[in-house]
Every structure is written in structure tokens, then in C-alpha cells.
């Protein structure tokens, strides 16, 4: 069973930043890409960013290409997401995503396990 642990939501102004963190095993971050996704209410869960298992490579949406960063710290055994220049669309539960494999893909039914998810609140 893998365990992921989503820390870092609130709520903030646009033009703020936040960094969320997701707390995963050492074997999970070893094995599997990791990915952010959301949803905002009335909406479907959308993919946000992934990055492959050794770190190399980070894919992100359109959405948020040049304003959030994913990245991980193995000696941490954490995952983040870096979120800078918040906008109101941006509000949603954001949710921490180990992917069933290691390669990174950006559909969700890829991801086989998933947080509780963290609120995220960008006022205007």
C-alpha cells in the first residue's frame, strides 16, 4: 500500500506562492514517477505536473508551464510543487500522485495511488 501525504495548501492572494509537499516512502519515490494533479469544484480532476523516477525530466500542463515546478528530495523522501504567480483559476484541492509505473505518462489512470489532497485558495 503506498502512502502519500499531501502538506502545504491555504490560502493566499494572487501573485503569491506556495510550495506544497507530498511525504512518500523511499522505495515509492525510487520506483515510481511521481505527478500533481486538482480539481476545482464542478470540474474534473486534471493533470498539473509529473517528474520521472530519477528526477531527470519534469512534464508540466499548459496551464502552468513557467509558474509552478515540481522537483523531489529523495533524502527527504518528498515530493513538491512550487507554485509562484497564483491566479484565482488556480483554486482547487490539489492532490499527490505515485504513477504505476516509472516512466511518466499524463493520464490519470496511470496513477494507482493517491493523497487526500491539500486545499489551495487564490483570492483576487
Known amino acids: 500500500q503506498v502512502q502519500l501525504v499531501e502538506s502545504g495548501g491555504g490560502l493566499v492572494q494572487a501573485g503569491d506562492s506556495l510550495r506544497l509537499s507530498c511525504a512518500a516512502s523511499e522505495r515509492t519515490l525510487r520506483l515510481k514517477a511521481m505527478g500533481w494533479f486538482r480539481q476545482a469544484p464542478t470540474k474534473e480532476r486534471e493533470f498539473v505536473a509529473a517528474?520521472?523516477?530519477?528526477?531527470?525530466?519534469?512534464y508540466y500542463a499548459h496551464s502552468v508551464e513557467g509558474r509552478f515546478t515540481i522537483s523531489k528530495d529523495n533524502a527527504k523522501n518528498t515530493v513538491y510543487l512550487q507554485m509562484n504567480s497564483l491566479k484565482p483559476e488556480d483554486t482547487a484541492v490539489y492532490y499527490c500522485a505515485a504513477h504505476r509505473m516509472a516512466y511518466v505518462t499524463m493520464r490519470i489512470e496511470d496513477f494507482g495511488s493517491w493523497g487526500q489532497g491539500t486545499q489551495v485558495t487564490v483570492s483576487s
Open positions: 517528474i520521472t523516477r530519477s528526477g531527470s525530466n519534469t
